[in-house]
């Protein structure tokens, strides 16, 4: 597939580089250092110019493309690259934006701006941080199967009643399965002697309820998420606020500005709002935030977020997620003590590679940064799963493959050595990077 992606921000190099073992890619961008970075960086053509302009498009071979992606951090940029593109394709055109005034004018109108599928990178941000807040200990979380199943990453601390145990020992769950331990050095597919260590993470599939079972297991002393601090009410604030009070929940925002606190406290109805400096350690122990559940910090700069943060973490609050605008900051702010970084960047280009799999894959998470991922297919009559054990049918799967969930016309099945998938069923698989492409190919 020949993919054009314009701008070579973090989000479209993300994108480029996940892209270029196996499809020609190409970049636009007006700056010619990242272009010349990426050029030497990755396997792509990468061409400087404007995206907006169809001369430059030519010049990249837009009219042979699959699928065209704007990924600029302008969202105007974006629109028109993707308007100007289909003057002279018809490839598949996705466009990211921050605005979601942008997102529900292309909701009401099919096709609008010239855009096939938009990405909302505040909204996306937000539910993924709703997602964490209402599981404990979570990482990662997301939903497949239509909600009825879902993948979560966790922690496993030191002190976690399953740290030292095996996989055999600590799995007591009928719909829920192991599907990696991850560290710093290697992901690993995990057999029943396998043992979880203190500080290592691990990646479970399975249903809702029996996901937080083990939430629970996992850290007793964490609950799910009620009492809600947001500390920003830029988009991401109030994008969160918004989905919690949606939810049931009454958040609790706190903002420095006047105005934006005013605007806040009239467009949230089910939320508390308050205008103050947020480094204010008396205020935030005198408004209780220490007692909080959760704090999601996401202010005008990295560092303001994690001064904030680190400080909520030091009063007493009990988990913090910060959002991070720097990709790069993402290890330092969680290896400081935030519980969670979120980068918004890195989410639109998990949602953005669910598109490059094609009909294949009807739904993808990424894993700790493009280690692994974990994608919903549906099997047919060519795949070497149909009508086939489980058991029976691993030797011809690569390595570093799990079958974490199946759903068949509507229903869970816990998959086990001796289940037999059928044609039709959907199944949730956990693959390591490196197999995917071989993955998509084979089921």
Known sequence: MRILVIGAGEVGSSIAGSLADNHEVVVVDVDGERVESLTYSHDVLAIEGDGTSLETLEEAGVAEA??????????????????????????????????????????RSEGAFGVDFMVCTNLLAAEAIVCIAGLPAARDVDPFAGGRVQMAEFEVREESPIAGKTVQEADHWDALTFAAVIDDEEVTIPRGGTVIEGGTKVVVIGTPDCVREFAEDLAPDEKRARDVVVVGGGAIGFETARLLGERGLEPRVIDSDEDRSRHLAEALPRAVVMCHDPTDAEFLLREHVAEADLAVVSLESDELTLLVALLAKQIGTGRTVAVVENGEYVKLFEAVGVDVAVNPREVVAEEITRFTHGQQAENVAVIESDRAEVI?????????????????????????????????????????????????????????VNVVDEVLSEL
């Open 66 to 107: 699959d699928m065209v992606i704007a990924s600029t951090d302008d969202d105007e940029t974006n629109l028109v690259s993707c308007a100007t593109a289909k003057t002279a394709t018809d490839a598949f055109t996705i466009a990211r934006v921050r605005n979601t005034n942008f997102l529900r004018t292309w909701r």
């Open 376 to 432: 919903e297919i549906e099997v047919d009559d060519e795949s070497v799963l149909a009508g086939r054990a489980i058991r029976e049918a691993a030797a011809d799967l690569p390595e570093g493959v799990v079958i974490g969930a199946i759903t068949r016309n509507g229903d869970v099945v816990t998959p086990r050595g001796e289940t037999v998938i059928r044609a039709g069923d959907h199944i949730v698989v956990f693959a390591d």
